[in-house]
């Protein structure tokens, strides 16, 4: 496997696989990786003759009172995890790199290109973390730019992000296609996460709820129930019913609009949140009605 952390020799590398009619797949991660990112590897692999990862901890989708300085950085692992799953090069580049103007996390002091999708950011996952988007499609447009790939390989576990840059990648017209593999998740149901890592054994059990609470809802979906109060409530409940751990939002919404739903219709619905266990914040969803 390569390790490139210069943009000019990866395009050394490209051209060379462009001129032997390769096809490259990438799988953007902030590293720290895990058997949920090595599903995503597998897909790229099964689907590309190439395949790049890139391990880059990006401090744009990061407030200043989030945990960028915390977030944890395994890159000599992340690199030997590569390796042995085939994987065949790493782009580790370092922050001047990505934002050759600089960067801070007060977005008023920021200098550059930024990009922002409009109409799909703000809720959700951006209620609550109102940059977050913006960093994210401005480091994967930059990624994307470098790497030039013919398909990106995306976890559902984070599905807004997913529906913010399939529309990143239609309206700027970017030559490549996103494809979202379902959702990694352990034996007792916790999906796989970086952040995982912060829990200890006993926040580690309580965490299962959430998934529990999503699961429930989804029965009683294919159950035939399509009204908002119903579904919410009996994933509400499950949650809440565990003091151990703080709900922060559900929604129920469209997989494409990220319209808030009262009714769920024939394109189905996205049943999404986050979920508070001690400090450690956990996303988790389930798709109803539809799949990618």
């Given at each position: 496997m390569q390790v490139f952390h210069e943009i000019?020799?990866?395009?050394?590398?490209?051209?060379?696989?462009?001129?032997?009619?390769?096809?490259?797949?990438?799988?953007?991660?902030?590293?720290?990786?895990?058997?949920?990112?090595?599903?995503?590897?597998?897909?790229?692999?099964?689907?590309?003759?190439?395949?790049?990862?890139?391990?880059?901890?990006?401090?744009?989708?990061?407030?200043?009172?989030?945990?960028?300085?915390?977030?944890?950085?395994?890159?000599?692992?992340?690199?030997?995890?590569?390796?042995?799953?085939?994987?065949?090069?790493?782009?580790?580049?370092?922050?001047?790199?990505?934002?050759?103007?600089?960067?801070?996390?007060?977005?008023?002091?920021?200098?550059?290109?930024?990009?922002?999708?409009?109409?799909?950011?703000?809720?959700?996952?951006?209620?609550?973390?109102?940059?977050?988007?913006?960093?994210?499609?401005?480091?994967?447009?930059?990624?994307?730019?470098?790497?030039?790939?013919?398909?990106?390989?995306?976890?559902?576990?984070?599905?807004?992000?997913?529906?913010?840059?399939?529309?990143?990648?239609?309206?700027?017209?970017?030559?490549?296609?996103?494809?979202?593999?379902?959702?990694?998740?352990?034996?007792?149901?916790?999906?796989?996460?970086?952040?995982?890592?912060?829990?200890?054994?006993?926040?580690?059990?309580?965490?299962?709820?959430?998934?529990?609470?999503l699961l429930k809802a989804k029965e009683l979906?294919?159950?035939?129930?399509?009204?908002?109060?119903?579904?919410?409530?009996?994933?509400?409940?499950?949650?809440?019913?565990?003091?151990?751990?703080?709900?922060?939002?559900?929604?129920?919404?469209?997989?494409?609009?990220?319209?808030?739903?009262?009714?769920?219709?024939?394109?189905?619905?996205?049943?999404?949140?986050?979920?508070?266990?001690?400090?450690?914040?956990?996303?988790?969803?389930?798709?109803?009605?539809?799949?990618?």
């Amino acid at each position: 496997m390569q390790v490139f952390h210069e943009i000019s020799e990866y395009k050394k590398t490209w051209a060379q696989w462009k001129k032997d009619g390769e096809t490259i797949g990438f799988v953007p991660t902030m590293g720290c990786l895990h058997d949920g990112h090595m599903s995503l590897v597998k897909a790229a692999k099964k689907q590309c003759t190439k395949v790049v990862v890139s391990v880059f901890v990006n401090p744009s989708q990061f407030s200043p009172d989030e945990d960028y300085d915390a977030y944890p950085r395994t890159v000599d692992n992340d690199i030997e995890l590569l390796k042995k799953n085939g994987v065949d090069a790493a782009f580790v580049p370092s922050v001047n790199t990505m934002y050759p103007s600089g960067i801070t996390m007060d977005v008023e002091k920021q200098e550059g290109a930024f990009v922002e999708v409009l109409g799909v950011s703000h809720q959700m996952e951006g209620k609550f973390r109102p940059h977050f988007f913006r960093g994210v499609c401005t480091v994967v447009s930059k990624l994307f730019n470098i790497v030039q790939p013919d398909k990106a390989f995306f976890g559902q576990k984070d599905i807004q992000q997913t529906v913010v840059l399939r529309r990143m990648v239609r309206d700027l017209f970017m030559p490549l296609e996103i494809v979202i593999v379902p959702i990694y998740r352990q034996e007792d149901g916790l999906a796989m996460s970086s952040r995982n890592r912060y829990l200890s054994e006993e926040q580690r059990k309580t965490s299962c709820v959430f998934s529990q609470a999503l699961l429930k809802a989804k029965e009683l979906f294919d159950q035939g129930v399509r009204d908002r109060e119903s579904i919410i409530k009996v994933a509400t409940d499950i949650i809440e019913a565990n003091k151990n751990v703080r709900l922060e939002y559900l929604s129920l919404a469209h997989p494409t609009t990220l319209e808030e739903l009262d009714t769920i219709g024939e394109d189905g619905a996205i049943l999404s949140g986050a979920m508070y266990v001690g400090t450690t914040r956990l996303i988790d969803n389930v798709t109803l009605g539809f799949s990618f």
